[in-house]
């Protein structure tokens, strides 16, 4: 009988797929990626096969992963804000944001916030930009929000 083959569960996702595949999960608050639950599998997929701007915020210390076009979304946050809290990965959003993640992780209600205003810095400039934000809960195999998918659509062209 030959060993057991381990198949890769996460394949595509462009350039944070390669990023996320090849990252020593082991000593940040999600373990061992070969050791995450099915739900988390599955949201992390989603996330990366997205050609929207998405991100994921899990467990208790909402660790932030993101898919390619959320790259432009975090600006100089990437690729340091990959599996990080976002209270600091994403912390010129988190202030603002905060009530807004913790109604979909602690009531497990969908929130939309429409032409919310940020100053980020991108390309090693400050700039103002608007965007509208879904912030949606992921349960977990118990049905419990786990974790929240955040879909961002940068709106500037809209004013």
Do not use: K, Y
Request: charged content about 20%; hydrophobic content about 45%.
């Amino acid at each position: 009988m030959s060993p057991a083959v381990t198949a890769e569960w996460l394949a595509g996702g462009g350039a944070m797929g390669e990023l996320i595949r090849a990252a020593d999960w082991s000593g940040t608050p999600l373990g061992a990626r070969d050791g995450w639950p099915p739900s988390l599998r599955v949201a992390v997929g989603l996330v990366v096969e997205s050609p929207l701007a998405m991100g994921l915020l899990w467990g208790r210390e909402w660790v932030l992963l993101f898919n390619d076009a959320w790259r432009a979304v975090v600006a100089e946050g990437h690729p340091s804000g990959l599996g990080q809290p976002a209270r600091g990965a994403w912390a010129e959003a988190w202030a603002i944001g905060e009530p807004a993640f913790d109604a979909v992780m602690r009531r497990g209600e969908c929130v939309h916030l429409a032409d919310q205003r940020r100053v980020l810095r991108r390309a090693g400039c400050v700039e103002e930009a608007s965007f509208t934000i879904v912030i949606s809960p992921v349960r977990d195999e118990h049905g419990d929000v786990a974790g929240a998918h955040v879909l961002v659509r940068e709106t500037n062209e809209q004013r």
